[in-house]
């Protein structure tokens, strides 16, 4: 058996790791301890200390309990691991014990840790101690009747908001859009089954903003403007699908337009992605008729030659009356 004093790396066995914290307030005064086994487990103890003490003689009592509770456990091999610098390093022996309080606590612990092959003090940050410390405040805060049987805490993980897992499993089968309802109530006047008056009342408020044009209902704003009900998830298959592009106007983007670059557009954005125009209809005379469009090498390339007309979608300039 031996103490370790270094404070490098911790040894890469099996052994068993203590996570302890103490806790002191003016509610009263708590201790908690974790036991982790090689393989992740944790057990985790608490205890409410039921006279006066200093906060460095909880952390001591937690180091105390956790280590009795490994001793049951008949583990051999222990990692011990506080945020209490204090009682680390004097249990390591680097620091002297001069509080007549805590004197005895240490003696104890070193007489308990005789029963192990090996066993090793850490200082651990308050950060990475959340659990003994949680267990300990919890420990100072609750008033424990003696003649009541507390039973253990069941600790479980929420994925989702508690609206969410109220869902009804048939909903989740549901391949009907949200409007669906809304839908067959201004269609047919028809409620959706099982629907309480409640449901019913709800529906037909929200159905009085809504209007149906053969089989597409539309929402109606208050400037009277129609808006179409879609379904989220069909826009967002067609989105992720490229069906709309990234830009809903612009085929290609260019930091300048200049001659080259109008020609280039012709050929790459127009020509190779939708075949031959038969006219280009412009309301910018200059973009497409220019030297660079009439002088192109290639044969292939000649709009001219293409026999591609152009044509204007308003007057370039109006005439003088």
């Known amino acids: ?18 996570n302890f914290d103490g806790a002191s307030n003016v509610v009263g005064n708590g201790v908690g301890a974790v036991l982790i086994s090689p393989n992740g487990d944790h057990y985790l103890f608490t205890c409410k200390l039921d006279f006066d003490c200093t906060n460095n003689m909880t952390e001591y009592k937690a180091c105390i309990m956790g280590i009795r509770a490994a001793i049951d456990r008949e583990i051999k091999v222990l990692e011990v691991c506080g945020d209490s610098a204090l009682v680390i390093y004097q249990l390591k022996g680097e620091w002297e014990t001069r509080d007549p309080k805590l004197i005895s606590y240490r003696k104890l612990i070193l007489e308990l840790i005789e029963k192990f092959d090996d066993i090793t003090f850490h ?29 253990q805490i069941q600790m479980s993980i929420c994925e989702a908001p508690a609206h969410c897992c109220n869902v009804d499993e048939e909903e989740e089968r549901d391949d009907h859009p949200w409007y669906h309802d809304i839908l067959q109530y201004v269609k047919s006047r028809a409620y959706p089954d099982k ?22 209902l ?18 967002l298959e067609e989105v992720h699908d490229g069906v709309c592009g990234t830009h809903a106007n612009d085929a290609a983007s260019y930091a300048n337009v200049t001659k080259s670059a109008v020609s280039k557009f012709l050929k790459k954005e127009i020509i190779c992605r939708y075949g031959m125009p038969e006219r280009i209809v412009s309301d910018n005379a200059l973009n497409l008729n220019n030297s660079a469009i009439a002088e192109m090498d290639s044969p292939v390339d000649n709009v001219a030659r293409l026999q591609i007309s152009s044509a204007l979608s308003s007057l370039s300039r109006s005439e003088a009356g």
Do not use: F
């Open 1 to 18: 058996m031996y103490v370790a004093i270094a404070e490098g790396d911790m040894p890469e066995n099996h052994s068993w790791k203590l």
């Open 123 to 151: 200082y651990l940050p308050r950060s990475e101690n959340q659990m003994a410390d949680a267990l300990a405040t919890l420990a100072s805060m609750v008033k424990v009747n003696e003649q009541e049987d507390m039973k």
């Open 218 to 235: 539309y929402k109606k704003r208050k400037d009277q403007v129609l808006l179409r009900c879609v379904d989220a998830k069909k826009i």
């Open 195 to 216: 629907a309480t008056e409640n449901d019913k009342r709800t529906l037909r408020r929200l159905a009085s903003d809504y209007v149906l044009d053969g089989e597409v």
